[in-house]
């Protein structure tokens, strides 16, 4: 059984930066693409930004340029670098992996438990 742990969530003003972290345990052989979703009140969740297993990025048309997505291959974590944070980022932000078993089967739909950022104005 493979685990995501988020970190990083918390209050911030706008303009400001926050860093997302999450952590794959569990045993594995390989953590393939990584993504973060986030989820406003009222609205459906919605992918943020997705990095592959060979670093190849994109993000949703309203982060970029703010937002980078990156991965420490060796330690299992994918990070989530928020800058010039704005009202409307404010959601629950999930992570999400697929990863490749002991066994070779490729495991889809992976979810952490998310994490709240707030941003006021």
């Known amino acids: 059984q493979v685990q995501l742990v988020e970190s990083g969530g918390g209050l911030v003003q706008a303009g400001g930066s926050l860093r997302l972290s999450c952590a794959a345990s569990?045993?594995?052989?390989?953590?393939?693409?990584m993504g973060w979703y986030r989820q406003a009140p009222g609205k459906q969740r919605e992918l943020v930004a997705h990095?592959?297993?060979?670093?190849?990025?994109n993000y949703v048309d309203s982060v970029k340029g703010r937002f980078t997505i990156s991965r420490d291959n060796a330690k299992n974590t994918v990070y989530l670098q928020m800058n010039s944070l704005k009202p409307e980022d404010t959601a629950v932000y999930y992570c999400?992996?697929?990863?490749?078993?002991?066994?070779?089967?490729?495991?889809?739909?992976?979810w952490g438990q998310g994490t709240l950022v707030t941003v006021s104005s």
């Open positions: 569990g045993r594995l052989f390989r953590i393939n693409d």
């Open positions: 990095i592959t297993s060979g670093g190849a990025t």
């Open positions: 999400n992996a697929e990863y490749t078993s002991i066994g070779g089967y490729r495991i889809l739909g992976v």
